[in-house]
């Protein structure tokens, strides 16, 4: 029987889907803005106001001044996300999330050195940018990540879920788990659950656990607003939060799988 507890890290962009993260049984949030974007840095008063409420759970903060999956980041961005580390942790972050690359698809070293250093001391993960990485260097870049101070790396396998990455991720984990976190993230679902614990050997594992990662999910029919407002597409998006329910049924499977 496995002496340790599957933790489930819940990525949200609002203070609704946090609560739903907590109520749900999650062990902690990724706070973001712009899920969508797959998650930009959260506003300061966003992790203000939730860290005055009754919330209870550790909240890492995003750590990413742009849309874009180069993950390459000027001067300019780095000063602008080392400014966000400054104003988020004033306002009770408990970790950060973040990841740069040079424009070999390197771990770009400096910067994230820079950023382990003004981290002062608090958790930081680094976040899918390694999935961009060459998998041919994975346990070497794990090493240097761990070298750098990075608590965990969130990961796919390489694939684009973690479904289709598993076999990389157990890789991983089986080499490096003694060291430093390997979280499975991206695409995971109430139906693929299992399987990817199983296959994985996990400990912790990362999902948005929104209204399409439950079973019986059918999308609504999006409805156009009846005005001529537009927010910069004709029709405006309808906002999908994390749903408790699915947390709940996450939860429920981890601590399944966590008692074999």
Do not use: W
């Not at 203070?15 to 109520?23: H, L």
């Not at 040079?102 to 994230?112: A, F, H, M, Q």
């Not at 929104?210 to 059918?218: L, R």
């Amino acid at each position: 029987m496995s002496s340790h507890e599957i933790k489930l890290e819940v990525c949200v962009d609002s203070i609704k889907s946090a609560f739903a993260a907590e109520e749900g049984g999650a062990s902690r949030i990724e706070l973001c803005s712009a899920l969508q974007e797959g998650g930009l840095t959260p506003t300061a008063g966003t992790l203000k106001i939730l860290k005055e409420l009754p919330f209870t759970l550790p909240v890492y903060c995003m750590l990413r001044p742009r849309r874009g999956t180069d993950f390459v980041y000027s001067e300019e961005e780095l000063q602008a996300t080392l400014t966000d580390m400054d104003l988020l942790r004033a306002h009770g972050a408990d970790g950060f999330v973040f990841g740069a690359l040079t424009t070999e698809r390197l771990i770009d070293v400096d910067k994230c050195r820079r950023v382990m250093e003004r981290s002062c001391g608090l958790p930081v993960t680094f976040h899918r940018a390694f999935d961009l990485t060459d998998p041919k260097s994975m346990h070497e870049n794990v090493e240097l990540l761990k070298e750098l101070g990075f608590k965990r790396v969130l990961s796919s396998g390489f694939r684009q879920s973690a479904a289709e990455g598993a076999e990389t991720l157990a890789q991983l984990i089986a080499k490096h788990h003694r060291d430093i976190i390997i979280m499975p993230g991206a695409g995971i679902k109430v139906s693929n659950l299992e399987e990817i614990l199983t296959n994985s050997r996990c400990l912790e594992f990362h999902a948005s656990a929104m209204d399409t990662a439950g079973e019986e999910y059918s999308a609504p029919t999006t409805q156009r607003m009846e005005c001529d407002v537009t927010m910069g597409k004709q029709d405006i998006d309808p906002y999908y939060g994390t749903n408790v329910n699915v947390v709940r049924k996450m939860v429920t499977i981890a601590n399944a799988m966590s008692c074999r």
